[in-house]
């Protein structure tokens, strides 16, 4: 499935080890450990990632426990790897501080030709409207993460003031590199945002434990990215209508983002339900080589979307 580095090993948080007999045949990586007791180990992402991970794909996964802070899956989360549209999340983040302290006007008209048109996704290039205000753009960006919206904003904010939003949050692999394009050459950044999914997971528990900025600006971005209608990775597991989520019959609190690109597929979110609530990110970088690496890349997700439902229910 590609050339990448093998994955270093999943951790979980009981300490032992759930298959020792493996050891001698793979002395470099540390092996699978059991999920937190009581609950519901996570036994099948960890064989479906490191199966993903011996045919050559480069993966990473974190899930944190909200209540208890206890990290029940860990692996390579420590890795800086590209997070596609995930980046945006960061932006959302300074926008909706910029919204909070009045340095930004929700309400200002920008126009779609104040930046770098993106041809190859999106929404906003099918409407007619030639500009809209911030606010909107913003909700554009996290349901549908559309990338001349993102650049538009990007473009008003600046990358400067996401970096050091990112500094003050004290996110230190985490970067938004470059705007969204429909190519890269040898003189752009190769990737649009990078991250390591323990610090993803930990972004998405502090937004919904309103640490992020403060407490209105975590609302903020937390009820935006409600609205993201890409529920066909690790949320498919949920159930949940993609277009109309926000408010559960069955009491589900959810948020994600998700990331995609050639060869990378990415998500991050919050899953809580009567039992439990996660924070989980998970970073898959295979080899897009046909369809069957492509579906084998999206099974890991929905595999760890059903042990996350597991857990919190």
């Known amino acids: 499935m590609g050339t990448s580095e093998p994955v270093e090993g999943f951790r979980n948080s009981s300490g032992s080890d759930a298959t020792p007999g493996r050891r001698a045949q793979r002395a470099s990586r540390r092996l699978p450990r059991r999920a937190a007791v009581g609950r519901r180990s996570f036994t099948s992402t960890v064989r479906a990632l490191e199966e993903l991970a011996d045919a050559g794909a480069r993966v ?5 426990d909200l209540d208890s802070h206890v990290h029940v ?9 590209p997070v596609a549209g995930l980046g945006v999340v960061p932006l959302l983040i300074e926008v909706a501080a910029g919204f909070e302290s009045g340095t930004l006007d929700p309400l200002e008209i920008v126009e779609r030709s104040d930046a770098d048109q993106v041809t190859t996704s999106g929404l906003w290039r099918h409407l007619h409207a030639p500009a809209l205000p911030l606010e909107d753009l913003a909700v554009l960006v996290a349901t549908s993460g559309d990338p001349i919206a993102a650049n538009v904003l990007l473009k008003r904010v ?4 996401v970096r050091e939003r990112l500094e003050s949050l004290g996110l230190r692999r985490t970067a938004l590199l470059d705007r969204f394009r429909d190519q890269r050459g040898p003189d752009d950044a190769p990737h649009v945002a990078v991250g390591s999914t323990r610090e993803l997971a930990g972004l998405f528990s502090a937004l919904v434990n309103s640490q992020v900025v403060d407490a209105a600006v975590s609302a903020q971005v937390a009820e935006w990215l409600s ?15 993609p277009f109309a989520h926000e408010h559960d019959a069955h009491g589900l609190l959810f948020i994600n983002k998700t990331g995609r690109d050639r060869g990378v597929r990415v998500e991050a979110g919050v899953l ?3 039992r439990a609530g996660v924070a989980y ?3 898959v970088c295979f080899d897009d080589l046909s369809i ?14 059903i042990e996350l439902m597991e857990y919190t229910h």
Not at 60 to 64: A, F, N, P, Q, R
């Open 60 to 64: 990473s996964v974190h899930v944190v």
């Open 73 to 81: 899956l860990s692996g390579d989360d420590h890795v800086t790897l």
């Open 158 to 161: 600046g990358h400067d003031r």
């Open 227 to 241: 609205l993201n209608q890409d529920l066909s990775l690790a949320a498919a597991s949920t159930g949940l209508d």
């Open 272 to 274: 809580a339900g009567p």
């Open 281 to 283: 990110a998970l970073v």
């Open 292 to 305: 069957a690496h492509r579906l084998r890349a999206h099974d890991v997700f929905r595999v760890l979307g």
